[in-house]
């Protein structure tokens, strides 16, 4: 038998059909199809409620490499294009953890081709993510700092679990700057007051603190959270799909076009940025702090 998931009864899992097959991977029977595990992103396809769940899986904080986010990106291109499916979770495989946000060592001492190739997997991961025809909903299980912040804000709606964990873009307290489409997207979320306040100190909230900006939609305890996505998801399916993609594309589009329309420059400023003296400094100073913090 498979081992329980979080979140999730074994009663559950059990009434839907978890079974380990020969290759040693978790699938459903029946109306579940698993079409990619070996990787750091796992998409569990529930064919019967056209709803997809993608999961993180790159332990211990699913920091977001060149890797991870060329397969988010693949994954989110091929749910986008399977005419069954309806609705997306974005979640965590990874315990206490959404995502760590970018993977630091892909910005520190990298080479330029390197920053370039690993800014335009990210732009192509959000650009999927946010101009998504799907509903889509964050279940936060844990930290969710910087990257992981703007993958949940991408969605249409989150919950996040109660406790210890934290969610926003603490970017500036690395020395570095949020790219004015993480600014986007966060002002659409939250209003210019509190982006204004959030970015320059680099706040990180709590699950409750999150929620009174408007961060987050919905604080549960931790075994809740999939259940709470699974019954929002409910009413969300009942409105008509065009309806409701229309309606979220004219939201949305200005804020993709804007980013479309510079690419290249994009992912080339950010090569500049990030390869300046001063920025490596901080970047090497906060890498320490954080190795520093388990001594
Ligand atoms: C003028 C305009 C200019 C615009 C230019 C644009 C430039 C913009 C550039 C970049 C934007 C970046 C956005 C980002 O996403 S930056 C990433 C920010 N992330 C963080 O600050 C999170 C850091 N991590 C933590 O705070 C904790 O790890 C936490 C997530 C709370 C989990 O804590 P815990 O469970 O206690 O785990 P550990 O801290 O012990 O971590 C375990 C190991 O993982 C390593 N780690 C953690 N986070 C990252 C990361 N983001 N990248 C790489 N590695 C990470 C950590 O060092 C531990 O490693 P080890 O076991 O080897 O010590």
Redo the contacts with the bound molecule.
Sequence with gaps: MAAPMRGMSVLRQAFQGLVRPAGGQVCRQVQHRCYSTPGHVQVDMNSETGVATVRLNRP??N???LDVLTELSIALEKLETDKSCKAMVLASAAP??F?????????YQSTPERCVAFWRALQDAWLNLYGSRLITMAAIE??S??????LAMSCDYRVMAEGKF?IG???T??G?????W?TDVMLNTIGHRETEKALQLGALYSAQQALSIGLVDKVVPLAEVMPTVEGELKNWLQIPAAARVITKTSMRKAVLDRLRSQKEKDAQ??AD??NRDS?QKSLGM??AS??K??N
């Design positions: 211990p904080v920091s977001l490499n206490g953890i995502s760590a946000g970018l993977d630091i060592l892909e910005m844990g930290h700092p910087a990257g992981g912040c703007l934290q873009l603490n970017e307290k690395l570095i700057v949020a790219p004015f993480f400023f950010f940025f990030i920025v906060y890498i954080l190795q913090k388990k």
